[in-house]
């Protein structure tokens, strides 16, 4: 991708006034994006790459709020409005996750404006043709699949959601509410299309990279069998990024900007600071922050512009042995398991104990994809017990709780008119 590209992008979208790169929830009309004449099949592919960019930066945030919910991040500020996300006590009316840009960590409006960047886009190039556009539907295969992203990780993080659409004349259709396995099934379609564009416009890595993302839907949907027929087909080596660049703070990795060399307003969690093994490499800073959180820093990410991986073969796999204990085939579940684990330097996996496979599963998960974005999402699949207890002290003041997903935020039901 073209860098230059992004920021000419941003520039025309600011020039004109526009807030559909910003903030999704105020769009009147998503065809006004740029009043200058922006929307037109010479840009389609400067488009794309913005509605791309949307979704690193929104992808970026949504990595290190799903990191503090869980137990990867621990918050060591004295900002009192990033507790409740630390203390998994978050509200609907919490404003940071629900309003701030990406930059600081919000999650909300950046993943809905990805996903309405994404449609956006769409809907332009499907009004334009092929002789107009060069790649017209490598670039509609490109802007399916990072909409079945968006939905994937709204539908992960989120308790219900609502997802707006756009209508035939390209006003918006303002959602209602719906389930978190309804958000997920409109991810699945939306990969769907994804691969059957790609697999007729060609680019492979598009195919792959929905692969992953239908199986991860459906996975989560509890659909084991779909999600391996998908993940069978992943190609050998695979692998997708969210890329980030120093060009310019939003485009930073949002980890490094949180957790790094230069930065101590997060430290790791217990589980992980115990790990010693290479997939989650850290080093202990030798002091605590002001609230007395021991600092510890990350070395996964060691500069602002350190990709974080999106998809991969590797993350196939992993789907591969989950359905395999589903379908109670604990060999085949083992095997692959023992592979990961070989990684990490530990021994060679054997169990018949489908609760055990299951332990060792989620383990796997977790240091394979150690701040990735997955480990929320993965918290609520595997039931597994809170960290720390619901009861706990918490270090800025009161008490761990248990809320483990994000609300849908009153910043929806405000600006919506089908809540009363």
Known sequence: MRYSTILVLGFFAAAAGCDLFNNALEVQNPSNIPASGLETPGNAQLLVNGAVADFECAAGAYVVMGGLITDELRDATQTADRFPYDRRTMASSDRRYAVNTCIGLGVYTPLQTARFSALNVLSLLQSWTDAQVPGRESLIATAQAYEGYSLVLLGEGFCTMVVSTLDANRERVYGGEISRDSVLKLAVAAFGDAITTAQAAGPADIVNMALVGRARAHIDLGQPALAAADAQQVAPGYVKYATASDINSRRYNRVWQENSATSTLTSLGAPYINMT???????FRGDSSVTKVPLYQQLKYPQSSSPIRLAARDEARLIIAEADLAAGDLVGADSIISNFRARGGQGVFTSTDPDTVKAALYDQRSREFFLEGQHLGDMIRFSV?????????????GTYGTQVCLPLPDVEKQNNPNFP
Do not use: H
């Open 277 to 283: 093994d290479p997939r989650v490499p850290l080093s």
């Open 385 to 397: 017990a809170l960290n720390p207890p619901a009861g706990v002290a918490y270090p800025g003041g």
